[in-house]
């Protein structure tokens, strides 16, 4: 099991995620109905990826994406170059008035006993109307690309991004690159777009181009149809439940090798107690529980999802690859924003079972 996916060794770029990039206005622990004040964060659950695997990482990573060119996307544009992630932008011509724009995502922290609310305005987003045929793959890939990443935030959004996902997809495959998929099932995303039923015929189409699932079992069950398992979980960080799944996954979709997932326990807004597990062709790795002091909660699961692609990019065994992605994206919810500001060696000493004693 040291090695379970067949990675080209090398590439241009170490991953390449496709997905829109948003931003995120954060009030912190205001409610937005009382806010006069918030940060402006750039954000995407692809893009994220991206960013923190070049960031606090260092692996070479790119985006494909919306771009308009307004001040708002020279603001994107700019916190993409901050990263270190390499753009491949379908641009689009602002109007003035109506769009195309880059959405907005609201998201306030809560505190204590106050869950954080979260709402959208995609309307007339440029992501949504990208379409097959927008990007050159041939052009992209030819330089080589180890690892695709994508997600089904970016399936939601309109018809013609499940479309371009699996043209995509394809060509990563065609030209060897491993492809990966993280769930992301939002529900407010898919009412808007046919619901449910429509989520899992949409999405059940993408994962069979898919080698690296995550998502936990409400992702699976609410976005791939999979029925439910037949074992409870006795608490929030037992992987029984997901793990009783899998047999159902594999079967549908064999050409999966591994399935991922983060667990977390919600004490509180602020308090949380943090696990991950995969699957990883048919054996079970688990990673080791903490308690999370949460400063920002938007975005672990993004920070697990780097950390573990990375440990699986670099030649670490499922162990420590998932304890890896564990530790990142603990981190990640000390830092504001939805990007890593961690770096590789605090990581590292996170996952070996580092503490919060002071760097002197």
């Known amino acids: 099991m040291d090695r379970p996916l067949e990675i080209t060794p090398t590439g241009a770029l170490d991953l390449l995620a496709l997905g829109a990039v948003v931003t995120r206005l954060d009030p912190g622990v205001i409610p937005f109905r009382k806010a006069n004040a918030y940060a402006v964060h750039v954000s995407g659950g692809e893009f994220n990826v991206a960013a923190n695997l070049a960031d606090a990482f ?6 494909a994406t919306a771009m308009v060119n307004y001040p708002i996307g020279d603001l994107v544009a700019e916190r993409v170059r901050g990263m270190g992630v390499r753009p491949f932008y379908r641009n689009f011509t602002h109007d003035g008035v109506t769009g195309p724009n880059i959405a907005t995502v609201y998201s306030d922290r809560g505190l204590g006993s106050r869950a954080p609310v979260v709402f959208y305005n995609r309307s007339n987003e440029a992501a949504a109307r990208l379409a097959p045929g927008d990007f050159d793959w041939a052009s992209i890939f030819a330089d080589g690309v180890r690892w695709f990443h994508t997600g089904g935030i970016f399936a939601a959004l309109s018809p013609t991004t499940p479309e371009l996902i699996v043209e995509a997809m394809r060509a990563a495959r065609a030209a060897g690159a491993i492809v990966s998929f993280d769930l992301n099932y939002r529900a407010k995303l898919w009412n808007a777009f046919g619901g449910g039923e429509r989520a899992v015929e949409v999405l059940r189409g993408i994962v069979e181009h898919v080698d690296v699932l995550v998502g936990n079992e409400e992702d699976l069950q609410a976005g791939l149809g999979i029925p ?18 899998m047999d159902k996954v594999t079967a549908r979709y064999p050409r999966i090798r591994i399935v991922a997932t983060t667990l977390r326990e919600v004490h509180s807004a602020s308090r949380h107690r943090w696990s991950a597990v995969a699957w990883v062709n048919g054996a079970t790795v688990s990673a080791p529980e903490c308690d999370l002091d949460v400063y920002d909660r938007v975005g672990g699961g993004d920070g697990f999802a780097s950390g573990f692609i990375y440990g699986l990019l670099t030649g670490s065994t499922p162990q420590e690859a998932v304890n890896l992605g564990w530790a990142h994206g603990a981190l990640l919810t000390t830092f504001p924003g939805d990007t890593s500001m961690a770096t590789l060696d605090q990581v590292r000493a996170f996952a070996a079972g580092g503490s919060a004693r002071i760097q002197r």
């Not at 260092?58 to 985006?63: D, N, S």
């Not at 439910?228 to 799944?245: C, I, K, Q």
């Open 228 to 245: 439910g398992p037949e074992v409870r979980a006795s608490t929030a960080l037992d992987p029984a439940a997901f793990l009783g799944m």
């Open 58 to 63: 260092g692996l070479r990573t790119g985006i």
